[in-house]
C-alpha cells in the first residue's frame, strides 16, 4: 500500500478471535471454523469507510465488534462487517466471534 485512500483508513493489527480467515488464491477470502487450538488469527490489511447498513443481506451478514483489547471491558470501538455467503449470522454470534485491535 503506497497511497492513503480518498475515503476511509487502513487498518492493520486486528485479531480475530473464533473463526479463520481463509485466504484462497483462486476465489474470495471466506470464514471458517477455527483450528483447533488455535487462539486467533490476524486479518490482513482492511479499508475501513463509514457507510448505510445493506438491508438486502442482512442473513449472512455478521456485525463483528472490535474491541481494543481481549477482555472486552468497554464498548466496541466500532463493528465490522463481515459477509460470508450460504452462512447464517447467528453462527458467529453464537461462536463470540470478535476482533481485538493489536
Known amino acids: 500500500i503506497r497511497e492513503s485512500p480518498h475515503e ?3 487498518v492493520y493489527g486486528i485479531s480475530l478471535y473464533g473463526a479463520s480467515w481463509e485466504r484462497t488464491i483462486n476465489e474470495s477470502p471466506q470464514m471458517q ?3 483447533p487450538k488455535s487462539k486467533f488469527t490476524q486479518l ?3 479499508h475501513v469507510t463509514a457507510g448505510p447498513s445493506q438491508t438486502d443481506r442482512t442473513h449472512c451478514l455478521y456485525q463483528c465488534p472490535v474491541y481494543t483489547t481481549r477482555t472486552m ?3 466496541p470501538l466500532f463493528y465490522l462487517d463481515i459477509f460470508n455467503e450460504n452462512v447464517h449470522n447467528s453462527k ?3 461462536r463470540g466471534l470478535c476482533c481485538c485491535m493489536r
Open 8 to 10: 476511509g483508513m487502513f
Open 33 to 35: 471454523d477455527v483450528a
Open 44 to 46: 490482513p490489511v482492511i
Open 73 to 75: 471491558d468497554d464498548k
Open 92 to 94: 458467529w454470534a453464537l
